[in-house]
Protein backbone atom coordinates (compact mmCIF):
# COMPACT_ATOMS: atom_id res chain seq x y z
CA UNK A 1 0.00 0.00 0.00
CA UNK A 2 0.74 4.02 -0.49
CA UNK A 3 0.18 6.50 1.97
CA UNK A 4 0.71 10.66 0.95
CA UNK A 5 -0.31 13.84 2.81
CA UNK A 6 -4.01 14.76 3.10
CA UNK A 7 -5.27 17.95 0.97
CA UNK A 8 -8.19 17.79 1.91
CA UNK A 9 -9.89 16.83 5.11
CA UNK A 10 -12.73 15.31 3.30
CA UNK A 11 -10.39 12.86 2.14
CA UNK A 12 -10.46 11.00 5.12
CA UNK A 13 -12.58 7.95 5.90
CA UNK A 14 -15.83 8.89 7.20
CA UNK A 15 -15.61 6.08 9.45
CA UNK A 16 -12.63 5.45 11.26
CA UNK A 17 -11.52 2.96 14.85
CA UNK A 18 -11.46 5.51 17.64
CA UNK A 19 -8.67 4.97 20.32
CA UNK A 20 -9.82 8.21 22.58
CA UNK A 21 -9.14 6.28 25.54
CA UNK A 22 -5.94 4.65 24.57
CA UNK A 23 -4.82 8.23 23.31
CA UNK A 24 -5.96 9.33 26.81
CA UNK A 25 -3.40 7.10 28.61
CA UNK A 26 -0.17 8.11 26.90
CA UNK A 27 -0.89 11.98 27.20
CA UNK A 28 -1.08 11.35 30.81
CA UNK A 29 2.28 8.61 31.04
CA UNK A 30 3.71 9.76 27.86
CA UNK A 31 4.96 6.07 26.89
CA UNK A 32 4.17 4.17 23.81
CA UNK A 33 1.78 2.16 23.46
CA UNK A 34 2.87 -0.86 22.23
CA UNK A 35 0.90 -3.94 19.89
CA UNK A 36 -2.53 -3.22 22.15
CA UNK A 37 -5.48 -5.66 21.01
CA UNK A 38 -8.64 -3.34 20.20
CA UNK A 39 -12.41 -4.17 19.76
CA UNK A 40 -13.81 -2.56 17.51
CA UNK A 41 -17.95 -2.32 17.44
CA UNK A 42 -19.64 -2.18 14.64
CA UNK A 43 -17.32 -3.86 12.82
CA UNK A 44 -19.89 -4.02 9.68
CA UNK A 45 -20.13 -0.99 9.37
CA UNK A 46 -17.00 -0.06 8.02
CA UNK A 47 -16.09 0.94 4.77
CA UNK A 48 -13.59 -0.54 3.84
CA UNK A 49 -12.28 -3.52 5.61
CA UNK A 50 -8.99 -2.67 4.94
CA UNK A 51 -9.76 -0.80 8.94
CA UNK A 52 -11.00 -3.70 10.01
CA UNK A 53 -7.70 -3.90 12.19
CA UNK A 54 -7.24 -5.19 15.66
CA UNK A 55 -3.74 -4.04 16.77
CA UNK A 56 -2.58 -0.68 17.71
CA UNK A 57 0.47 1.25 18.02
CA UNK A 58 1.20 4.75 19.34
CA UNK A 59 4.57 6.93 19.74
CA UNK A 60 4.44 10.50 21.88
CA UNK A 61 6.30 12.92 19.66
CA UNK A 62 8.13 15.08 23.06
CA UNK A 63 9.47 18.26 23.17
CA UNK A 64 10.39 19.87 26.56
CA UNK A 65 8.39 17.22 28.08
CA UNK A 66 5.22 18.26 26.54
CA UNK A 67 3.36 16.17 23.72
CA UNK A 68 3.17 17.68 20.79
CA UNK A 69 1.65 15.10 18.16
CA UNK A 70 1.09 11.42 18.17
CA UNK A 71 2.23 8.85 15.67
CA UNK A 72 -0.69 6.18 15.34
CA UNK A 73 -0.37 2.74 13.46
CA UNK A 74 -3.13 0.12 12.94
CA UNK A 75 -1.92 -2.77 11.67
CA UNK A 76 -3.32 -6.49 11.41
CA UNK A 77 0.51 -8.06 12.56
CA UNK A 78 2.12 -7.92 15.36
CA UNK A 79 4.94 -5.40 15.55
CA UNK A 80 8.23 -7.15 16.47
CA UNK A 81 10.47 -5.89 19.02
CA UNK A 82 13.11 -4.55 16.58
CA UNK A 83 10.51 -2.41 14.38
CA UNK A 84 9.29 -1.79 17.98
CA UNK A 85 12.24 -0.07 18.47
CA UNK A 86 12.92 1.48 15.11
CA UNK A 87 9.64 3.25 15.02
CA UNK A 88 10.31 4.82 18.80
CA UNK A 89 13.63 6.15 17.25
CA UNK A 90 12.05 7.52 14.23
CA UNK A 91 9.84 9.43 16.73
CA UNK A 92 12.08 10.92 18.89
CA UNK A 93 14.28 12.08 15.69
CA UNK A 94 11.35 13.61 14.32
CA UNK A 95 10.66 15.61 18.06
CA UNK A 96 14.16 16.36 18.00
CA UNK A 97 13.86 17.86 14.31
CA UNK A 98 10.49 19.67 15.20
CA UNK A 99 12.70 21.54 18.27
CA UNK A 100 15.73 22.69 16.19
CA UNK A 101 13.49 24.38 13.61
CA UNK A 102 11.49 25.85 16.57
CA UNK A 103 14.38 26.94 18.24
CA UNK A 104 16.01 28.17 14.65
CA UNK A 105 12.68 30.19 13.75
CA UNK A 106 12.97 32.09 17.65
CA UNK A 107 16.52 33.04 17.19
CA UNK A 108 15.95 34.33 13.26
CA UNK A 109 12.88 36.26 15.21
CA UNK A 110 14.99 37.44 18.22
CA UNK A 111 17.77 38.58 15.16
CA UNK A 112 15.48 40.59 13.63
CA UNK A 113 13.83 41.93 16.45
CA UNK A 114 17.33 42.94 17.90
CA UNK A 115 18.60 44.44 14.45
CA UNK A 116 15.48 46.41 14.00
CA UNK A 117 15.53 47.97 17.51
CA UNK A 118 18.91 49.40 16.85
CA UNK A 119 18.44 50.42 13.08
CA UNK A 120 15.24 51.86 14.55
CA UNK A 121 17.42 53.78 17.59
CA UNK A 122 20.41 54.86 15.14
CA UNK A 123 17.35 56.81 13.05
CA UNK A 124 16.02 58.50 15.98
CA UNK A 125 19.13 59.35 17.51
CA UNK A 126 22.65 60.25 17.54
CA UNK A 127 23.71 59.29 20.77
CA UNK A 128 26.48 56.82 20.30
CA UNK A 129 26.76 56.11 24.07
CA UNK A 130 23.09 55.01 24.25
CA UNK A 131 23.24 53.20 20.74
CA UNK A 132 26.38 51.09 21.95
CA UNK A 133 25.05 50.54 25.50
CA UNK A 134 22.29 49.21 24.19
CA UNK A 135 24.05 46.74 21.67
CA UNK A 136 25.51 45.41 24.34
CA UNK A 137 23.27 44.97 26.20
CA UNK A 138 20.81 43.58 23.70
CA UNK A 139 23.48 41.03 22.50
CA UNK A 140 24.44 39.38 25.93
CA UNK A 141 20.68 39.06 26.12
CA UNK A 142 19.79 37.60 22.56
CA UNK A 143 23.41 35.13 23.03
CA UNK A 144 22.85 33.69 26.51
CA UNK A 145 26.81 34.80 27.30
CA UNK A 146 28.60 35.87 30.18
CA UNK A 147 29.72 39.07 28.98
CA UNK A 148 29.38 41.69 25.86
CA UNK A 149 32.03 44.65 25.49
CA UNK A 150 32.75 47.40 23.07
CA UNK A 151 36.44 47.86 22.46
CA UNK A 152 37.73 51.03 21.53
CA UNK A 153 40.75 51.78 19.14
CA UNK A 154 42.26 55.31 20.18
CA UNK A 155 44.96 56.14 18.03
CA UNK A 156 47.83 58.46 19.35
CA UNK A 157 51.00 59.31 17.26
CA UNK A 158 53.09 58.48 20.11
CA UNK A 159 51.33 54.96 21.23
CA UNK A 160 47.78 54.04 20.16
CA UNK A 161 45.51 52.36 22.84
CA UNK A 162 42.34 50.14 23.65
CA UNK A 163 39.79 50.86 25.75
CA UNK A 164 37.26 48.62 27.07
CA UNK A 165 33.65 51.65 26.50
CA UNK A 166 30.41 49.64 27.32
CA UNK A 167 30.16 46.84 28.58
CA UNK A 168 27.24 44.06 29.56
CA UNK A 169 28.11 41.43 31.99
CA UNK A 170 27.30 38.69 34.28
CA UNK A 171 26.82 40.69 38.23
CA UNK A 172 29.19 38.01 39.32
CA UNK A 173 32.02 38.96 37.11
CA UNK A 174 34.48 41.36 37.64
CA UNK A 175 34.16 44.81 35.28
CA UNK A 176 36.74 44.83 32.06
CA UNK A 177 35.76 48.83 31.58
CA UNK A 178 38.86 51.08 31.42
CA UNK A 179 42.39 50.73 29.02
CA UNK A 180 44.46 47.27 28.44
CA UNK A 181 47.38 47.77 29.79
CA UNK A 182 50.21 48.19 26.07
CA UNK A 183 52.05 45.00 27.00
CA UNK A 184 48.26 43.15 26.23
CA UNK A 185 47.08 45.15 23.72
CA UNK A 186 49.43 44.30 20.74
CA UNK A 187 48.15 41.18 19.57
CA UNK A 188 44.58 43.13 19.69
CA UNK A 189 45.76 45.82 17.84
CA UNK A 190 46.39 43.84 15.22
CA UNK A 191 43.84 41.85 14.85
CA UNK A 192 41.72 45.36 14.71
CA UNK A 193 44.16 47.22 12.12
CA UNK A 194 44.14 44.27 9.71
CA UNK A 195 39.86 43.66 10.31
CA UNK A 196 39.89 40.30 11.16
CA UNK A 197 37.03 38.24 12.79
CA UNK A 198 38.63 35.94 15.73
CA UNK A 199 36.55 33.28 17.27
CA UNK A 200 37.80 30.83 19.80
CA UNK A 201 35.71 28.25 21.26
CA UNK A 202 38.25 27.25 23.73
CA UNK A 203 41.20 28.72 24.89
CA UNK A 204 42.90 25.39 25.94
CA UNK A 205 43.03 24.71 21.96
CA UNK A 206 46.68 26.70 21.50
CA UNK A 207 45.91 26.70 17.60
CA UNK A 208 43.39 29.41 18.51
CA UNK A 209 45.94 31.87 20.42
CA UNK A 210 49.24 32.72 18.46
CA UNK A 211 50.17 35.02 21.32
CA UNK A 212 50.29 34.69 24.94
CA UNK A 213 49.31 37.85 26.23
CA UNK A 214 45.83 37.54 24.60
CA UNK A 215 45.49 34.09 26.78
CA UNK A 216 46.89 36.01 29.83
CA UNK A 217 44.38 38.34 29.24
CA UNK A 218 41.14 35.64 29.00
CA UNK A 219 42.69 33.93 31.71
CA UNK A 220 42.58 36.66 33.86
CA UNK A 221 39.33 37.58 33.90
CA UNK A 222 37.92 33.87 33.62
CA UNK A 223 37.30 33.65 30.01
CA UNK A 224 37.28 30.39 28.27
CA UNK A 225 35.49 31.22 25.13
CA UNK A 226 35.63 34.28 22.64
CA UNK A 227 34.52 35.65 19.46
CA UNK A 228 36.01 39.39 18.22
CA UNK A 229 34.30 41.56 15.24
CA UNK A 230 35.76 44.81 14.20
CA UNK A 231 33.79 47.63 13.88
CA UNK A 232 35.41 50.20 10.83
CA UNK A 233 33.19 53.04 9.85
CA UNK A 234 33.94 55.47 6.81
CA UNK A 235 35.10 58.01 9.26
CA UNK A 236 37.80 55.73 10.06
CA UNK A 237 37.05 54.75 13.39
CA UNK A 238 37.74 51.74 14.68
CA UNK A 239 36.30 49.49 17.64
CA UNK A 240 35.17 45.60 18.29
CA UNK A 241 32.68 43.72 19.80
CA UNK A 242 33.76 40.93 21.71
CA UNK A 243 31.33 38.30 22.87
CA UNK A 244 32.96 36.23 25.99
CA UNK A 245 32.11 33.12 28.12
CA UNK A 246 33.22 32.30 31.15
CA UNK A 247 31.77 28.82 32.13
CA UNK A 248 33.24 26.13 29.46
CA UNK A 249 33.30 26.03 26.23
CA UNK A 250 31.30 27.85 23.54
CA UNK A 251 31.11 27.23 19.68
CA UNK A 252 29.89 29.62 17.95
CA UNK A 253 27.91 28.57 14.62
CA UNK A 254 27.62 30.61 11.86
CA UNK A 255 23.78 31.89 12.84
CA UNK A 256 25.37 33.62 15.39
CA UNK A 257 28.54 34.72 13.57
CA UNK A 258 26.09 36.40 10.90
CA UNK A 259 24.23 38.20 13.72
CA UNK A 260 26.83 40.03 14.75
CA UNK A 261 28.02 40.77 11.74
CA UNK A 262 25.04 42.60 11.16
CA UNK A 263 25.15 44.63 14.26
CA UNK A 264 28.87 45.72 13.59
CA UNK A 265 27.49 47.23 10.33
CA UNK A 266 24.66 48.84 11.93
CA UNK A 267 27.33 50.11 14.76
CA UNK A 268 29.70 51.60 11.89
CA UNK A 269 26.32 53.08 10.56
CA UNK A 270 26.01 54.61 14.05
CA UNK A 271 29.42 56.07 14.39
CA UNK A 272 29.35 57.54 11.04
CA UNK A 273 26.35 59.41 12.18
CA UNK A 274 27.71 60.48 15.08
CA UNK A 275 30.65 61.69 13.19
CA UNK A 276 29.04 63.63 11.36
CA UNK A 277 26.94 65.03 13.97
CA UNK A 278 29.67 66.40 16.15
CA UNK A 279 31.47 67.68 13.44
CA UNK A 280 28.67 69.78 12.14
CA UNK A 281 28.74 70.93 15.86
CA UNK A 282 32.29 71.93 15.94
CA UNK A 283 31.74 73.65 12.67
CA UNK A 284 28.71 75.22 13.93
CA UNK A 285 30.55 77.00 16.97
CA UNK A 286 33.47 78.09 14.62
CA UNK A 287 31.12 79.52 12.70
CA UNK A 288 28.83 81.39 15.01
CA UNK A 289 27.73 83.57 11.75
CA UNK A 290 26.69 81.36 9.83
CA UNK A 291 25.03 79.64 12.09
CA UNK A 292 21.79 80.92 11.11
CA UNK A 293 21.57 79.89 8.10
CA UNK A 294 22.68 76.51 8.70
CA UNK A 295 19.56 76.25 10.97
CA UNK A 296 17.42 77.41 8.00
CA UNK A 297 18.55 75.21 5.78
CA UNK A 298 18.26 72.31 8.36
CA UNK A 299 14.85 73.63 8.76
CA UNK A 300 13.87 73.62 5.34
CA UNK A 301 15.65 70.09 4.67
CA UNK A 302 13.34 68.48 7.61
CA UNK A 303 10.05 70.47 6.20
CA UNK A 304 10.97 69.03 2.66
CA UNK A 305 11.43 65.35 3.67
CA UNK A 306 8.74 65.46 5.51
CA UNK A 307 6.47 66.90 2.59
CA UNK A 308 7.87 64.48 0.38
CA UNK A 309 7.11 61.25 3.19
CA UNK A 310 3.69 63.01 3.80
CA UNK A 311 2.58 63.40 -0.02
CA UNK A 312 4.01 59.59 -0.95
CA UNK A 313 1.46 58.99 1.66
CA UNK A 314 -1.16 60.71 0.78
CA UNK A 315 -0.91 59.98 -2.74
CA UNK A 316 -0.57 56.14 -2.40
CA UNK A 317 -3.36 56.74 -0.09
CA UNK A 318 -5.71 58.79 -2.45
CA UNK A 319 -5.00 55.92 -5.05
CA UNK A 320 -5.94 53.49 -2.96
CA UNK A 321 -9.00 54.86 -1.55
CA UNK A 322 -9.82 55.86 -5.20
CA UNK A 323 -9.30 52.55 -6.41
CA UNK A 324 -11.49 50.77 -3.42
CA UNK A 325 -14.34 53.53 -4.22
CA UNK A 326 -14.51 52.69 -7.79
CA UNK A 327 -14.29 48.74 -7.49
CA UNK A 328 -17.12 48.97 -4.65
CA UNK A 329 -19.57 51.21 -6.75
CA UNK A 330 -20.06 49.01 -9.19
CA UNK A 331 -21.51 46.04 -7.28
CA UNK A 332 -23.10 47.99 -5.55
CA UNK A 333 -24.90 49.89 -7.74
CA UNK A 334 -25.90 46.58 -9.39
CA UNK A 335 -27.60 45.48 -6.22
CA UNK A 336 -28.97 48.48 -5.31
CA UNK A 337 -30.80 48.87 -9.00
CA UNK A 338 -31.82 45.41 -8.76
CA UNK A 339 -33.47 45.72 -6.00
CA UNK A 340 -36.01 47.90 -7.41
CA UNK A 341 -36.67 45.38 -9.81
CA UNK A 342 -36.87 42.62 -7.21
CA UNK A 343 -40.17 44.72 -5.14
CA UNK A 344 -41.61 45.45 -8.38
CA UNK A 345 -41.97 41.38 -9.03
CA UNK A 346 -42.58 40.42 -5.37
CA UNK A 347 -45.50 42.87 -5.71
CA UNK A 348 -46.69 41.05 -9.46
CA UNK A 349 -45.97 37.63 -7.52
CA UNK A 350 -47.77 38.84 -4.60
CA UNK A 351 -50.88 40.11 -6.54
CA UNK A 352 -51.15 36.43 -8.39
CA UNK A 353 -50.87 34.66 -4.96
CA UNK A 354 -53.91 37.04 -3.73
CA UNK A 355 -55.72 36.20 -6.90
CA UNK A 356 -55.44 32.71 -6.42
CA UNK A 357 -56.94 33.03 -3.37
CA UNK A 358 -59.72 34.96 -4.49
CA UNK A 359 -60.85 32.77 -7.14
CA UNK A 360 -59.53 29.30 -5.59
CA UNK A 361 -60.40 30.02 -1.72
CA UNK A 362 -60.25 26.29 -1.24
CA UNK A 363 -57.05 24.33 -1.83
CA UNK A 364 -55.50 21.39 -2.06
CA UNK A 365 -55.12 19.97 1.47
CA UNK A 366 -51.52 19.78 0.76
CA UNK A 367 -51.28 23.51 -0.21
CA UNK A 368 -53.03 24.53 2.78
CA UNK A 369 -50.47 22.27 5.28
CA UNK A 370 -47.45 24.12 3.20
CA UNK A 371 -49.00 27.42 3.85
CA UNK A 372 -49.15 26.47 7.10
CA UNK A 373 -45.92 25.37 7.64
CA UNK A 374 -43.96 28.45 5.94
CA UNK A 375 -46.16 30.73 7.51
CA UNK A 376 -46.70 32.64 4.24
CA UNK A 377 -48.49 35.90 6.46
CA UNK A 378 -45.37 36.26 8.62
CA UNK A 379 -43.22 35.70 4.92
CA UNK A 380 -45.33 38.11 3.14
CA UNK A 381 -45.29 41.19 5.83
CA UNK A 382 -41.18 40.58 6.46
CA UNK A 383 -40.22 40.42 2.70
CA UNK A 384 -41.37 44.33 2.76
CA UNK A 385 -39.23 44.87 5.66
CA UNK A 386 -36.71 42.59 4.61
CA UNK A 387 -36.61 44.63 1.08
CA UNK A 388 -36.46 47.51 2.81
CA UNK A 389 -33.82 47.47 5.07
CA UNK A 390 -31.65 46.04 1.49
CA UNK A 391 -32.08 49.22 0.09
CA UNK A 392 -30.67 51.25 3.38
CA UNK A 393 -27.83 49.08 3.52
CA UNK A 394 -26.84 49.71 -0.09
CA UNK A 395 -28.13 53.70 0.11
CA UNK A 396 -25.38 53.47 2.86
CA UNK A 397 -22.75 51.79 1.17
CA UNK A 398 -22.85 54.29 -1.67
CA UNK A 399 -22.82 57.51 1.08
CA UNK A 400 -19.88 55.74 2.28
CA UNK A 401 -18.05 55.27 -1.40
CA UNK A 402 -19.15 58.86 -2.64
CA UNK A 403 -17.38 60.42 1.10
CA UNK A 404 -14.15 58.38 -0.20
CA UNK A 405 -14.36 59.43 -3.45
CA UNK A 406 -14.82 63.09 -2.54
CA UNK A 407 -12.42 62.98 0.46
CA UNK A 408 -9.65 60.94 -2.10
CA UNK A 409 -10.20 63.41 -5.01
CA UNK A 410 -7.21 62.03 -6.54
CA UNK A 411 -8.57 63.72 -9.82
CA UNK A 412 -8.75 67.02 -8.67
CA UNK A 413 -5.16 68.09 -8.20
CA UNK A 414 -5.65 71.79 -9.32
CA UNK A 415 -7.13 74.36 -7.52
CA UNK A 416 -10.82 74.71 -7.50
CA UNK A 417 -13.88 75.91 -5.76
CA UNK A 418 -15.33 73.96 -3.29
CA UNK A 419 -18.11 73.71 -0.59
CA UNK A 420 -15.45 73.48 2.69
CA UNK A 421 -18.84 72.03 5.16
CA UNK A 422 -18.36 68.84 2.23
CA UNK A 423 -14.44 68.36 2.82
CA UNK A 424 -15.65 68.14 6.80
CA UNK A 425 -18.58 65.82 6.40
CA UNK A 426 -16.62 63.49 4.37
CA UNK A 427 -13.77 63.23 6.73
CA UNK A 428 -16.35 62.81 9.57
CA UNK A 429 -17.67 60.20 7.50
CA UNK A 430 -14.33 57.97 7.27
CA UNK A 431 -13.49 58.74 10.47
CA UNK A 432 -17.37 57.63 11.62
CA UNK A 433 -15.31 54.22 12.76
CA UNK A 434 -13.60 56.45 15.50
CA UNK A 435 -15.91 58.73 17.13
CA UNK A 436 -19.17 57.12 16.90
CA UNK A 437 -20.52 55.02 19.90
CA UNK A 438 -21.05 51.59 17.77
CA UNK A 439 -19.50 49.01 19.86
CA UNK A 440 -15.51 50.31 18.76
CA UNK A 441 -16.01 54.37 18.67
CA UNK A 442 -15.70 56.47 21.44
CA UNK A 443 -19.12 57.73 21.03
CA UNK A 444 -17.82 61.22 20.84
CA UNK A 445 -20.28 64.44 20.24
CA UNK A 446 -19.90 66.16 17.38
CA UNK A 447 -21.19 69.89 17.10
CA UNK A 448 -21.65 71.91 14.36
CA UNK A 449 -21.86 75.38 13.96
CA UNK A 450 -21.34 76.19 10.29
CA UNK A 451 -22.25 79.56 8.93
CA UNK A 452 -22.57 80.62 5.86
CA UNK A 453 -19.66 80.18 3.16
CA UNK A 454 -19.64 80.80 -0.17
CA UNK A 455 -17.04 78.44 -2.26
CA UNK A 456 -13.37 78.66 -1.23
CA UNK A 457 -10.92 78.53 -4.52
CA UNK A 458 -8.16 75.94 -3.15
CA UNK A 459 -6.66 72.30 -3.05
CA UNK A 460 -9.50 70.25 -2.01
CA UNK A 461 -7.65 66.96 -1.51
CA UNK A 462 -4.81 69.12 0.86
CA UNK A 463 -7.36 70.85 2.65
CA UNK A 464 -9.06 67.71 3.27
CA UNK A 465 -5.71 66.11 4.92
CA UNK A 466 -5.74 69.00 7.20
CA UNK A 467 -8.95 68.21 8.29
CA UNK A 468 -8.10 64.30 8.64
CA UNK A 469 -4.89 65.70 11.08
CA UNK A 470 -6.46 67.94 13.42
CA UNK A 471 -9.58 65.72 13.67
CA UNK A 472 -7.49 62.43 13.88
CA UNK A 473 -5.34 64.70 16.70
CA UNK A 474 -9.07 65.56 18.52
CA UNK A 475 -10.16 61.99 18.47
CA UNK A 476 -6.57 61.19 20.02
CA UNK A 477 -6.66 63.38 22.68
CA UNK A 478 -10.54 62.79 23.61
CA UNK A 479 -9.23 58.15 23.91
CA UNK A 480 -6.07 59.93 26.36
CA UNK A 481 -8.46 62.07 28.60
CA UNK A 482 -11.07 59.15 28.56
CA UNK A 483 -8.64 56.23 29.90
CA UNK A 484 -6.54 59.24 32.01
CA UNK A 485 -9.21 60.81 34.33
CA UNK A 486 -11.52 57.80 33.99
CA UNK A 487 -15.05 59.59 34.75
CA UNK A 488 -18.51 59.85 32.77
CA UNK A 489 -16.47 62.59 30.96
CA UNK A 490 -18.43 63.09 27.78
CA UNK A 491 -16.03 63.66 24.99
CA UNK A 492 -16.68 66.12 22.41
CA UNK A 493 -15.49 67.77 19.39
CA UNK A 494 -16.81 71.45 18.33
CA UNK A 495 -16.50 72.46 14.58
CA UNK A 496 -17.43 76.09 13.85
CA UNK A 497 -17.39 78.40 10.01
CA UNK A 498 -17.75 82.14 9.80
CA UNK A 499 -16.10 84.26 7.38
CA UNK A 500 -14.07 87.14 8.66
CA UNK A 501 -13.57 90.67 7.90
CA UNK A 502 -15.39 89.33 4.29
CA UNK A 503 -11.69 88.13 3.21
CA UNK A 504 -10.98 84.41 5.15
CA UNK A 505 -12.54 81.76 5.88
CA UNK A 506 -12.03 80.59 9.38
CA UNK A 507 -12.39 77.06 10.49
CA UNK A 508 -12.25 76.76 14.51
CA UNK A 509 -12.09 72.58 15.88
CA UNK A 510 -11.71 72.18 19.19
CA UNK A 511 -12.47 69.46 21.53
CA UNK A 512 -13.04 69.37 25.43
CA UNK A 513 -9.68 67.18 26.48
CA UNK A 514 -7.27 67.52 28.68
CA UNK A 515 -5.31 70.09 26.69
CA UNK A 516 -1.51 71.16 26.51
CA UNK A 517 1.27 72.08 28.22
CA UNK A 518 2.61 75.73 27.45
CA UNK A 519 6.00 73.91 26.09
CA UNK A 520 4.01 71.58 23.80
CA UNK A 521 2.10 74.41 22.31
CA UNK A 522 5.31 76.10 21.21
CA UNK A 523 6.38 73.19 19.56
CA UNK A 524 3.28 72.18 17.69
CA UNK A 525 4.22 72.86 14.36
CA UNK A 526 7.58 71.64 14.17
CA UNK A 527 8.09 68.70 12.18
CA UNK A 528 8.90 65.47 13.60
CA UNK A 529 7.57 66.62 17.12
CA UNK A 530 4.69 64.00 18.83
CA UNK A 531 3.82 63.84 22.69
CA UNK A 532 2.12 60.50 21.10
CA UNK A 533 4.29 57.09 22.20
CA UNK A 534 6.50 55.40 19.71
CA UNK A 535 4.32 53.64 16.64
CA UNK A 536 1.61 55.92 17.32
CA UNK A 537 2.60 59.63 15.87
CA UNK A 538 4.91 60.17 13.51
CA UNK A 539 5.21 64.05 14.58
CA UNK A 540 4.22 64.83 10.77
CA UNK A 541 0.42 65.65 10.77
CA UNK A 542 0.31 69.23 12.18
CA UNK A 543 3.28 70.53 10.81
CA UNK A 544 1.93 69.57 6.77
CA UNK A 545 -1.29 71.40 7.89
CA UNK A 546 0.71 74.56 9.19
CA UNK A 547 2.29 74.20 5.71
CA UNK A 548 -0.47 73.31 3.48
CA UNK A 549 -2.78 76.48 5.07
CA UNK A 550 0.05 78.53 5.55
CA UNK A 551 1.46 78.15 1.92
CA UNK A 552 -0.94 76.79 -0.25
CA UNK A 553 -4.02 78.06 1.07
CA UNK A 554 -2.50 81.61 1.57
CA UNK A 555 -4.45 82.07 4.76
CA UNK A 556 -2.62 83.23 7.77
CA UNK A 557 -2.86 80.92 10.76
CA UNK A 558 -4.17 81.73 14.08
Sequence with gaps: MTCSTLSDTQDFPEHIALVNN?????????????????????????????????????????VEQQIIGIIALFSKQLFTEPTHNLLNWIANNIAVAIDRIWAREELLSRREALLLRLASQIRSSLDLDMILETAVNEIRSLLQIDRCYFLCYLPHPSQPSLTITYEARNPNLPSMLGHIPLQKSNYLTNILLSQEVICIDNINNKSHLDYDDIQELLTEFGITSQILLPVKSNSGEIGAIVCSH???????????????????????????????????????????????????????????QSQLIQNEKMSS????????????????????????????????????????????????????????????????SDLYQLLSSMNMGTNRIREIVLGLRNFSRHDEADKKQVDIHE?????????????????????????????????????????????????TNAIDALEESMVSIRTNHKPQIRICTEILDSKFVVIRIADN?????????????????????????TGLGLSISYQIIAGLARLKPY
Excluded at 252 to 274: F, T
Excluded at 351 to 359: A, D, G, I, K, V
Excluded at 528 to 534: I, R, S
Design 423 to 471: GIENTLLILHHRWKDNGIGLDISIVKEYGKLPLVDCYPGQLNQVFMNIL
Design 317 to 380: LGQLVAGVAHEINNPVNFIHGNLTYANEYFQEMLTLLHLYQQYYPQPELEIEDFTEKIDLEFIT
Design 22 to 62: IIGLMIQNHQAIFNQELSINHSEKLVNSTFSISRFSAYPLI
Design 246 to 304: CSGDRIWNNSEISLLQAVCDQLAIAIDHAQLYTQSRAATLIAQTQAEKLTETLHKLQET
Design 513 to 537: GLGMAEDVRKRLFDPFFTTKPVGKG
